[in-house]
């Protein structure tokens, strides 16, 4: 087979090209993403501002409004989500610009403390057990279901290094589209065509997981690179190195397919 070559890699690239989505990387609904909400920076120098890494049992909440259900004033401060009414133990509603750091109690950071966001990831599901819902009212049923879903969002979004840096973009006003092609560089790109086409050759399981540790290792050198460029506050540069784990998670995508059985 010829070897591939800048002249033929455009028109070739289409294959391999990862798919974007629109607008953001969560999954779950009604909670629609926090980006959508925060005020957008609106320029590529946007910079990040430096705190602590890692996630936290709680951070300072919203200030108070009344309860839904009794009409009593809700105390400001505490956890961020999800809140109780202090007088009726009512479930409140979900915060409708809710940031997904500060759910999981962590910092607005690309370094995250996976250990300590599990931690909070069990303590909110206990939290929102189902069995304590099933005999409050309706409302509050939905409200509990509403929190569910945010939470394993947030969850998901934080747990994977390309989503979460995907979603601190967002924030902070720099968008990841599709059709980004034009900054990714020729070898890149060279690259990234000639390990699907080995991945298409390869017909036993020894050559699929040599393609698999490979991916791996690249993926493990782009996540250490997004960590310094979020570091150096560098946005455009973190936006680069975010495409090319999206290039990269289109084939581990394609790797887990060959390992499933036809």
């Given at each position: 087979m010829p070897r591939a070559t800048r002249t033929t890699i455009v028109p070739r690239l289409r294959q391999a090209r990862p798919q974007f989505p629109q607008r953001g990387v969560l999954r779950a609904k009604p909670a629609p993403s926090a980006g959508r909400y925060l005020p957008q920076l609106g320029k590529p120098s946007a910079r990040l501002k430096r705190r602590p890494h890692g996630c936290a049992a709680g951070s300072p909440g919203s200030p108070g409004g009344r309860c839904w259900s009794c009409g009593d004033p809700l105390a400001g401060g505490g956890s961020?989500?999800?809140?109780?009414?202090?007088?009726?133990?009512?479930?409140?509603?979900?915060?409708?610009?809710?940031?997904l750091f500060r759910l999981m109690g962590c910092d607005?950071?690309?370094?995250?403390?996976?250990?300590?966001?599990?931690?909070?990831?069990?303590?909110?599901?206990?939290?929102?057990?189902?069995?304590?819902?099933?005999?409050?009212?309706?409302?509050?049923?939905d409200f509990s279901d509403q929190h569910s879903s945010l939470v394993n969002k947030a969850y998901q979004t934080l747990l994977n290094p390309l989503s979460r840096?995907?979603?601190?973009?967002?924030?902070?006003?720099?968008?990841?589209e599709e059709g980004t092609d034009t900054e990714?560089?020729?070898?890149?790109?060279?690259?990234?065509?000639?390990?699907?086409?080995?991945?298409?050759?390869?017909?036993?399981?020894?050559?699929?997981?040599?393609?698999?540790?490979?991916i791996a290792a690249k993926q493990a050198e782009l996540v250490a690179s997004v960590s310094r460029?979020?570091?150096?506050?560098?946005?455009q540069e973190a936006k680069k190195l975010l495409a090319k784990m999206k290039y990269f998670a289109n084939l581990e995508e394609k790797v887990k397919k060959r390992r499933i059985p036809s």
């Open positions: 961020p989500a999800p809140r109780f009414c202090p007088a009726c133990r009512a479930l409140q509603p979900p915060e409708p610009r809710q940031d607005r950071t690309f370094r995250v403390d996976v250990a300590l966001l599990q931690q909070r990831f069990r303590t909110l599901q206990r939290l929102l057990h189902p069995d304590y819902f099933s005999r409050r009212p309706q409302r509050e049923q840096g995907l979603y601190l973009l967002e924030l902070n006003g720099v968008e990841l990714a560089d020729p070898e890149f790109l060279l690259e990234i065509m000639e390990m699907n086409e080995k991945l298409s050759e390869a017909h036993n399981d020894a050559k699929i997981e040599e393609i698999e540790n490979t460029a979020f570091e150096k506050d560098d946005l």
